[in-house]
């Protein structure tokens, strides 16, 4: 069965510095996508970015920066120079069965998510 | 452009009661999920709709039931309602395959008390 587990509840950091939130799954299938999203306090989830199982290339947007190891089984997400505007619940999330035919038709594993307060 | 919108954004319920939540996809979508999120947990796959026809289950027992309309929309009905069942329900849209990059679009959820 399929699991993602974010080991970091909740993370407290001051504007300006960097901070890396972690995620590590579990899937017995070879092709899968990997995301994360974002969840401000007004509940909705705005997706961040995907992944598939076969581009282990990192990938940076702006201040955001991923890092997916097959390896180890990681998909972490970096920060870098927090603002207050960071400040939400981040989620990283797990899709199996195949990344060629229907994507968006996959259920999303999602992970319990690590709360990111940024302080002024 | 409206994204996914639910409806009702808040409600309260008792225990045996049963309720119906709404959903309205992104325009081009045809394809609604729905998640349930319970308090300081991530989002639960409860079941999905395409075509009218519920297509994927989760791991969620008989008393939740939906059904999806010609126009794409979506409802998702609770019977017997339980204590456990006080969460945010999330209702999320993607396009048919092509173009499809995996993405989920998420609602802003509905909000369940049940007392």
């Known amino acids: 069965a399929q699991k993602v587990t974010q080991a970091q509840t909740e993370i407290s950091v001051v504007e300006k510095e960097d901070v890396t939130l972690d995620c590590v799954y579990e899937t017995r299938d070879t092709t899968y996508y990997l995301f994360w999203y974002k969840q401000p306090p007004s509940g909705e989830l705005v997706f961040l970015i995907r992944r598939n199982s076969f581009d282990e290339q990192n990938e940076i947007s702006g201040r955001y920066s991923w890092n997916f190891q097959k390896s180890t089984s990681s998909f972490n997400f970096t920060i870098t120079a927090s603002q207050v505007v960071d400040s939400a619940v981040y989620f990283c999330a797990l899709s199996e069965g195949g990344i060629f035919m229907d994507t968006g038709r996959r259920a999303l594993t999602f992970g319990s998510g690590t709360r990111l307060q940024v302080q002024p | 452009d409206a994204g996914v919108t639910q409806s009702p954004t808040h409600l309260i319920k008792t225990r045996g009661q049963q309720v119906t939540l709404r959903c309205s996809p992104k325009?081009?979508?045809?394809?609604v999920s729905w998640y349930q999120q319970a308090l300081g947990q991530g989002p639960q796959f409860i079941f999905q709709y395409y075509e009218e026809e519920e297509r994927q289950r989760g791991n969620f027992p008989d008393r939740f039931s939906g059904h999806q309309f010609p126009n794409y929309s979506s409802e998702l009905n609770v019977n017997a309602l339980l204590l456990g069942d006080s969460a945010l329900y999330l209702c999320?849209?993607?396009?048919?395959?092509?173009?499809?990059?995996?993405?989920?679009?998420f609602g802003e959820g509905s909000r369940l008390t049940v007392l």
């Open positions: 325009s081009g979508h045809d394809t």
């Open positions: 999320a849209s993607s396009p048919p395959f092509v173009p499809n990059t995996g993405e989920l679009f």
